[in-house]
């Protein structure tokens, strides 16, 4: 198993420009996370999503969009970036059955850079 | 809410030493997970152990324990025979149980420089 995968690795982008961030997942997990990580903090959930077709938000989602059209993919995008979006993006997966007691498993990261 | 606290911005320990690195928590939950995440240079987050709440014994994975003290809302990471591989930033996260609860609240982290 890969795990999961991100890409791309690390993208600069000038300030107004879209872009969509890729995640897959070949571990058959059911949610899937959307996390940033600005300098010197802890991970901030964007966005989640609890199987194909739901997402929902987290603690930051102004500037994003998430969507879910299959169980491997989460794709993030980003419409008219900002420099206060300049971040290391992780996506994340686990396997839910419903007791809450799910592990979290994290890809590799993008770096973005907005100027 | 719930908060992570790291209180030890950096650590550092010689190789083959032990060092413990610090996490606290404040929660009105009684249905938790505890989490130690390792971030190395290379920036991905990695699992190192997992606690839950319910479990007075503490988890062991080879070279990792915790101190888990529920009553102080405290969670250690203790990494014995320290290897020069174990150098990363380390990140303590909650998550509270229950089937609809899926966010994980991290602390800032602290940063382990093994030296030779």
């Known amino acids: 198993n890969a795990g999961v995968t991100q890409t791309p690795k690390f993208r600069i982008l000038k300030i107004g420009q879209s872009m969509t961030l890729q995640c897959a997942q070949d571990?058959?997990?059911?949610?899937m996370y959307w996390y940033r990580q600005d300098p010197g903090m802890g991970l901030k959930l964007i966005y989640y999503?609890?199987?194909?077709?739901?997402?929902d938000k987290g603690e930051v989602p102004n500037g994003y969009n998430v969507s879910r059209s299959t169980t491997e993919d989460f794709p993030l995008r980003l419409e008219l970036a900002a420099p206060s979006q300049t971040s290391v993006y992780f996506c994340?997966?686990?396997?839910?059955?419903?007791?809450?007691?799910?592990?979290?498993?994290f890809g590799p990261g993008t770096r973005l850079l907005v100027l | 809410a719930q908060t992570v606290t790291q209180s030890q911005p950096e650590m550092s320990v010689q190789e083959a030493e032990t060092v413990t690195l610090s996490c606290t928590y404040d929660?009105?939950?009684?249905?938790?997970?505890l989490f130690w995440y390792k971030q190395p240079p290379s920036r991905q987050m990695i699992l190192v152990i997992r606690?839950?709440?319910?479990?007075?014994q503490n988890a062991t994975e080879n070279r990792f324990s915790v101190n888990f003290q529920k009553a102080a809302k405290s969670f250690s990471l203790k990494i014995s025979d320290s290897q020069l591989g174990d150098a990363a930033m380390y990140f303590c996260?909650?998550?509270?149980?229950?089937?609809?609860?899926?966010?994980?609240?991290f602390g800032k982290g602290t940063l382990l420089t093994v030296n030779p």
């Open positions: 994340a997966s686990s396997y839910s059955s419903g007791s809450g007691k799910e592990t979290q498993y």
């Open positions: 571990m058959n997990h059911n949610y």
């Open positions: 999503s609890v199987g194909a077709g739901i997402t």
């Open positions: 929660t009105s939950e009684s249905d938790y997970y």
């Open positions: 606690q839950e709440a319910y479990k007075q």
């Open positions: 996260a909650y998550k509270i149980g229950g089937g609809s609860n899926y966010k994980l609240t």
